[in-house]
T-cell receptor, first 115, second 110 residues
Framework: AQSVTQLDSQVPVFEEAPVELRCNYS??????LFWYVQYPNQGLQLLLK??????LVKGINGFEAEFNKSQTSFHLRKPSVHISDTAEYFC?????????????FGAGTRLAVHP | DGGITQSPKYLFRKEGQNVTLSCEQN?????MYWYRQDPGQGLRLIYY???????QKGDIAEGYSVSREKKESFPLTVTSAQKNPTAFYLC?????????FGPGTRLTVL
């Protein structure tokens, strides 16, 4: 069965420092990969996605992620974070299951940016 | 503006009562989804619908029901059979490989 593991439940970081949020997935077939951001009491907003092609994917708000097939990872990075990046981040994988594309989510990583 | 709306934003229910959460989209998407979010668990799929008048159970469908009579609407009913309904509920629609999420409804059972 496919699964997504976000290795850190919480990541504290100072403003303007770099950050990496880690995501590993288990799947024996080709997958599509996503990172979503959720601000308190709001829905999820897509940050970036990997469907095919270049393994380095750039998203909104200065985030990027690198797809590593051999390590089954899709880590999210930002070179310099802002206070406004404080939120919960979810990694997700889309797999074909029962005739439809199913999104499987990780448990989330809470990013806390401190001044 | 195109998007997904969910109402109400906050909902309180007494034990033993059924309650219906609204989800509407004007994106002209065929596929729609309902997720449940609990702290520290990510999102889990309750029901999905790939087209009007058709829907399928997700991973945690017990105690929930849905209908899809119109393309724009996919309401979720939380029945009294759902033993632990307090959670944040998210609706989404899909185009190609991307899901678009509504703002969510927080349901609290008193």
């Amino acid at each position: 069965a496919q699964s997504v593991t976000q290795l850190d439940s919480q990541v504290p970081v100072f403003e303007e420092a770099p950050v990496e949020l880690r995501c590993n997935y288990s799947s024996s077939v080709s997958v599509y990969l996503f990172w979503y951001v959720q601000y308190p009491n709001q829905g999820l907003q897509l940050l970036l996605k990997y469907l095919s092609g270049s393994t380095l994917v750039k998203g909104i708000n200065g985030f990027e992620a690198e797809f590593n097939k051999s390590q089954t990872s899709f880590h999210l990075r930002k070179p310099s974070v802002h206070i406004s990046d404080t939120a919960e981040y979810f990694c997700a994988v889309s797999v074909l299951s029962g005739g439809y594309n199913k999104l499987i989510f990780g448990a989330g990583t809470r990013l806390a940016v401190h001044p | 503006d195109g998007g997904i709306t969910q109402s109400p934003k906050y909902l309180f229910r007494k034990e033993g009562q059924n309650v219906t959460l609204s989800c509407e989209q004007n994106l002209n998407h065929d596929a729609m989804y309902w997720y449940r979010q609990d702290p520290g668990q990510g999102l889990r799929l309750i029901y999905y619908s790939q087209i009007v008048n058709d829907f399928q159970k997700g991973d945690i469908a017990e105690g929930y029901s849905v209908s899809r009579e119109k393309k724009e609407s996919f309401p979720l009913t939380v029945t009294s059979a759902q033993k632990n309904p307090t959670a944040f509920y998210l609706c989404a629609s899909k185009m190609d490989n991307e899901q678009f999420f509504g703002p969510g409804t927080r349901l609290t059972v008193l």
